[in-house]
């Protein structure tokens, strides 16, 4: 596709499911983000993925939280026996480079747990 | 490992009136330097980037940055603002390769 696109775009989930979200990044791009977006806070970093390396977990909050990158390109963020405090908006990006390039975002999913 | 601060949590301008929204990055080599915008409503855009040279960036909509060593700031500036500005503002820095971004700066804008 032509941006970045995730799914899905809102996700309510009762406590103590476990949720998966997508994100497909522009085809090319090497570089992958996930970052937590709560209410009247900042972007909080939680992963990143470059090319075949190790990804860069030293974001994510707990061992809940678990992110793969299959094939170099489709993204699927886990989170397992949710929390209330989980409920935020989960942006994806994307980039050419080693965070030197352009960042594109997706539009988010936006996760209420109940 | 660079991090960066943005002061001021929220910002309110009149139309027409000139803004300077501060960003300040933590000591170290020098910074690949980003400001984001995001509307209500919308994703991230990139406004505008520094990795070397001219320490005066253009960027779109109006927007320039001016990376000053001396300060430890990138801070963003627009002359004239106009009610589309309203929005969150995010300055962002490469760390260890990745992109770490501030706790942003909300703009409103008054007519």
């Known amino acids: 596709g032509a941006g970045v696109s995730q799914s899905p775009s809102n996700k309510v989930t009762e406590k103590g499911k476990d949720v998966e979200l997508r994100c497909d990044p522009i085809?090319?791009?090497?570089?992958l983000y996930w970052y937590r977006q709560s209410l009247g806070q900042g972007l909080e970093f939680l992963i990143y993925?470059?090319?075949?390396?190790?990804?860069?977990k030293s974001g994510l909050p707990s061992d809940r939280f678990s992110a793969e990158r299959t094939g170099g390109s489709v993204s699927t963020l886990t989170i397992q026996r949710t929390q209330q405090e989980d409920s935020a908006v989960y942006l994806c990006?994307?980039?050419?480079?080693?965070?030197?390039?352009?960042?594109?975002f997706g539009q988010g999913t936006r996760l209420t747990v109940v | 490992a660079q991090s960066v601060t943005q002061p001021d949590i929220h910002i309110t301008v009149s139309e027409g009136a000139s803004l300077e929204l501060r960003c300040n990055y933590s000591?170290?080599?020098?910074?690949?330097l980003f400001w984001y915008v995001q509307s209500p409503g919308q994703g991230l855009q990139l406004l505008l980037k520094?990795?070397?040279?001219?320490?005066l960036v253009q960027g779109i909509k109006g927007f320039e940055a001016e990376f000053k060593r001396s300060q430890s700031s990138f801070n963003l500036r627009k002359p004239s603002v106009h009610w589309s500005d309203a929005a969150e503002y995010f300055c962002?820095?490469?760390?260890?390769?990745?992109?770490?971004f501030g706790t942003g700066t909300r703009l409103q804008v008054f007519p």
């Open positions: 990006a994307s980039s050419l480079g080693q965070g030197l390039g352009e960042a594109f």
């Open positions: 000591y170290g080599a020098t910074p690949y």
């Open positions: 085809s090319g791009h090497t570089a």
């Open positions: 962002a820095v490469v760390s260890t390769d990745k992109l770490i």
């Open positions: 993925f470059q090319g075949n390396s190790a990804p860069d």
């Open positions: 520094y990795f070397s040279g001219d320490t």
